[in-house]
């Protein structure tokens, strides 16, 4: 009986490893909002690290959240370290290219729960009825990540967060 079962959890293991064998190499999620405002309005909520939390749902993973900035707010360098609980996790966001008002890249470093480096991007261009933007991240698959992406659908979860903090933004910007 020990063999059969064991047999049965070498099997499985292997479709497993198989499956996430299959998974691709990186990722990309985008998600994106019209704001009815201009872009010179929106694009410095984005670029200083500050007024995140204003509008991220990350922040509201950990009310108590640690954090470190470093750099002047709004330009290339400029940088937040985090450590928070473990949905929150740890980590380090670093500006990397600003073209005011209608694009930054950042640097996404995470250290906990998971380790993953990869690059996010905003957009913001000219829409019918104000501003369209556009929250992206991109970076590489680990081996880690694709046993989960069998699991779990990345797309769907981290989607949400962009669409629940794209939604925050447009409502905060749209108030005053």
């Known amino acids: 009986m020990l063999k059969i079962v064991s047999i049965i959890l070498l099997v499985l293991l292997g479709a497993l490893l198989?499956?996430?064998?299959?998974?691709?190499?990186?990722?990309?999620?985008?998600?994106?909002?019209v704001i009815a405002a201009p872009a010179e309005v929106i694009f410095p909520k984005i670029a200083d690290?500050?007024?995140?939390?204003?509008?991220?749902?990350?922040?509201?993973?950990?009310?108590?959240?640690k954090k470190v900035f470093n750099g002047t707010p709004g330009?290339?360098?400029?940088?937040m370290?985090?450590?928070?609980?473990?949905?929150?996790g740890?980590?380090?966001?670093?500006?990397?290219?600003?073209?005011?008002?209608?694009?930054?890249?950042?640097?996404?470093?995470?250290?906990?729960?998971?380790?993953?480096?990869?690059?996010?991007?905003?957009?913001?261009?000219?829409a019918e009825g104000g501003t369209r933007v556009t929250w992206a991240m991109r970076g590489p698959n680990s081996f880690l990540s694709k046993i989960a992406g069998v699991f779990m659908n990345m797309d769907?979860?981290?989607?949400?967060?962009?669409?629940?903090?794209?939604?925050?933004?447009k409502s905060q910007v749209e108030m005053k």
Do not use: C
């Open 156 to 169: 769907t979860m981290i989607g949400k967060d962009f669409e629940d903090g794209l939604a925050s933004l």
């Open 75 to 79: 330009a290339a360098g400029a940088s």
């Open 90 to 126: 740890e980590g380090t966001m670093t500006m990397r290219e600003l073209m005011p008002p209608s694009k930054l890249t950042m640097q996404l470093d995470m250290l906990k729960p998971i380790e993953g480096h990869n690059v996010v991007e905003f957009n913001l261009e000219p």
């Open 18 to 33: 198989l499956l996430a064998s299959r998974q691709p190499d990186s990722f990309a999620i985008e998600r994106a909002v």
């Open 81 to 88: 370290y985090w450590s928070g609980n473990a949905k929150a």
């Open 49 to 65: 690290l500050h007024q995140w939390s204003a509008w991220s749902p990350y922040d509201k993973l950990d009310p108590a959240m």
